[in-house]
């Protein structure tokens, strides 16, 4: 996580932007996007407690990303330095050409046995565990409805406290994706 801990209502919109102009490119930086949910994580922290520690998910996906790129440089299976350690979308087209976007811990086994999976038997035993990055980014895809919907509820209702807009934002954008235990 950045050094700081307080969250930056000008570091995080500066983020956004930076994303918003390079993704219109599909040209994202990794570590900006990693950054900006940490940044959201901060932003919670103004929400209360039950909001927080349920968002801790977040920080769990931003590092499966580091680790992702990290793992991929360190058994060479793709280049320090190269696209696809340093763009989001490049990392993700190298897992789809590779057949391992699909890697969701529960079906590894399966997918890497696949004939399509375009990795030597070295490769695949680092992959044994692998959560691809694809997944992660559909996922967290759901914060960022999330996102959407707390900062329209606050656009048309100020009065609210934070707890409750996340509350209702929460039910909109996250609930449909949870089973009912969660929920």
């Not at 993704?23 to 039950?50: P, R, S």
Request: hydrophobic share 45%.
């Amino acid at each position: 996580m950045e050094p700081s801990k307080a969250f930056n209502m000008k570091r995080f919109k500066q983020q956004l932007r930076t994303l918003n102009s390079q993704g219109k490119a599909n040209q994202m930086e990794i570590e900006v996007y990693v950054d900006m949910l940490y940044e959201c994580l901060k932003l919670f922290g103004h929400f209360g407690t039950v909001i927080r520690l349920a968002f801790i998910d977040i920080t769990d996906k931003a590092e499966k990303i580091k680790e992702n790129k990290q793992l991929l440089v360190a058994h060479g299976m793709i280049a320090d330095g190269s696209a696809e350690a340093a763009k989001v979308e490049q990392l993700l087209l190298f897992e789809f050409k590779k057949n391992i976007a699909y890697l969701n811990q529960s079906n590894n086994k399966a997918e890497l046995a696949k004939e399509s999976c375009d990795l030597s038997e070295a490769d695949k035993q680092q992959l044994k565990k692998y959560l691809s990055t694809s997944w992660v980014i559909i996922r967290g895809a759901w914060f960022f409805d999330y996102l959407r919907e707390i900062f329209s509820i606050l656009d048309l209702d100020r009065e609210t406290s934070l707890s409750q807009v996340a509350l209702k934002a929460y039910d909109t954008a996250l609930a449909p994706h949870h089973p009912w235990i969660v929920q």
